[in-house]
């Protein structure tokens, strides 16, 4: 029994892998069915980060280059995709783990149940899904997050994942940011001789260092209010399932 959780634990890890580092989208729809929560995820996606987030560290972190502007805003567009990919990966982490918690489905069952009694909660759509107007739920919310958080400073599985993530594939774009910029021809006039070239754009080492743990830091932080809201999302989603 232990060996086939292994196993499957193992396959999963191994899809997941694959849709974040190769960029293999079916890995991810595989996933979905083998986690049995397609149809349930379907109606959450994470709040990503835009373009201009991520050019704006990147340029704040270069203030003193004349070129930050074109250099941010080409980088970012660069990464901005992986951004995405490793934003709905934890989406999915966050909300799986939420659907299978059978702590907080009961807690959440609990409170719904007193709050509305079996007849109205079999009317409901939505729970307490973005509702903060009961402040008995907003306590609740905020001790579901600050246990995640616990378990997060003990297991560091958010932050591993994304340094991990940023170090095969977001390191390597900054250090080749000459490949991603739109290349302007310039040209040169050396007394009567005209001379065209490109302008190179290079960060020097500690740029790269820079720029590169100004983007880490970032994504550590969106990424686990990402998966926390999947997971209280989830929560409530599995209570509500149970009342169709």
Known sequence: MEATSVKTRDMYKG?????????????????????????????????????????????????????????????????????????????????????????????????????????????????????????????????CKKELDIKERKDRYIETLVYTFSNKIIKKKIIELDKYIDKQIRMNFEFYDIKLGEDKYNLRDEEIDKVYLSIVNSLIKKMKIIYKEAFWYAVNDKVLGMYY
């Open 15 to 143: 899809l997941r892998d694959k849709f974040l580092f190769s960029n293999d989208i079916n890995s991810i729809y595989i996933l979905l069915a083998l986690y049995d929560i397609e149809e349930n995820i379907s109606s959450i996606s994470p709040s990503y980060m835009s373009k201009s987030d991520i050019k704006r560290k990147i340029k704040y972190v270069l203030a003193n280059r004349e070129d930050r502007d074109i250099i941010s805003q080409n980088l970012s567009i660069a990464i901005h995709e992986d951004i995405n990919r490793l934003e709905l990966c934890f989406c999915l982490e966050g909300y799986k783990h939420g659907f299978s918690s059978k702590k907080w489905t009961n807690i959440i069952e609990n409170k719904a149940l007193e709050l509305y009694g079996f007849e109205k909660l079999y009317q409901k759509t939505h729970l307490f899904h973005f509702d903060t107007s009961n402040k008995t739920m907003n306590e609740l919310k905020k001790k």
